[in-house]
T-cell receptor
């Protein structure tokens, strides 16, 4: 059973427009959410995160929105730039269970969305 | 600052062969992880090490073994490679208790 779902395998957006990447989760115990960005032949890099006590977190062109009642989060990129073309992974964790594994052992990743920014 | 370094970047094995993927981090992180990424499957945790001297199974540990050699190094061993282990493997590290991972560049393994 997939607990973190990214239902769009790919998304094409024109340069300068807004990119919206979506992520749904099923585990109501998840209370911390992250987005990672991955370029080809590189490892994922951390982009932005949000705690369940917030509904929005902003970092420059990137904003993550969390709707706990709908178990949905989204990543907005405004404006989209060619360098944003990458695979974006949504990840979720339940911090309240107290990990013995260092923290990230409880991370559950989505399958990723390939964002393509068209010139 | 190298971050997380993985070797080799590419490897082709025959079924039944063994090999070890090496990983080292220079950020003084306590926790280290091995993931695999398959098309359409996202990132799945194989094994992790919360701190030096400890290792634990993740979501997909079968067919793998790990060694936390010291605080810097965490290796992943395939004792008898199978075609199902064809994948891209990522090593990652984090400070203890943190969710934010620093990943290596990946090792692409093909088992024929």
């Amino acid at each position: 059973d997939q607990q973190v779902k990214q239902n769009s395998p790919s998304l094409s957006v024109q340069e300068g427009r807004i990119s919206i990447l979506n992520c749904d989760y099923t585990n109501s115990m998840f209370d911390y959410f992250l987005w990672y960005k991955k370029y080809p032949a590189e490892g994922p890099t951390f982009l932005i995160s949000i705690s369940s006590i917030k509904d929005k977190n902003e970092d420059g062109r990137f904003t993550v929105f969390l709707n706990k009642s709908a178990k949905h989060l989204s990543l907005h990129i405004v404006p989209s730039q060619p360098g944003d073309s990458a695979v974006y992974f949504c990840a979720a964790s339940d911090l309240s269970r107290g990990y013995s594994g260092g923290g990230a052992d409880g991370l559950t990743f989505g399958k990723g969305t390939h964002l393509i920014i068209q010139p | 600052n190298a971050g997380v370094t993985q070797t080799p970047k590419f490897q082709v094995l025959k079924t039944g062969q063994s090999m070890t993927l090496q990983c080292a981090q220079d950020m003084n992180h306590n926790s280290m992880y091995w993931y695999r990424q398959d098309p359409g499957m996202g990132l799945r945790l194989i094994y992790y090490s919360a701190s030096e001297g400890t290792t634990d199974k993740g979501e997909v540990p079968n067919g793998y073994n790990v060694s936390r050699l010291n605080k810097r190094e965490f290796s992943l061993r395939l004792e008898s490679a199978a075609p199902s282990q064809t994948s891209v493997y990522f090593c990652a590290s984090s400070p203890h208790g943190a969710n934010v991972l620093t990943f290596g560049a990946g090792s692409r393994l093909t088992v024929l």
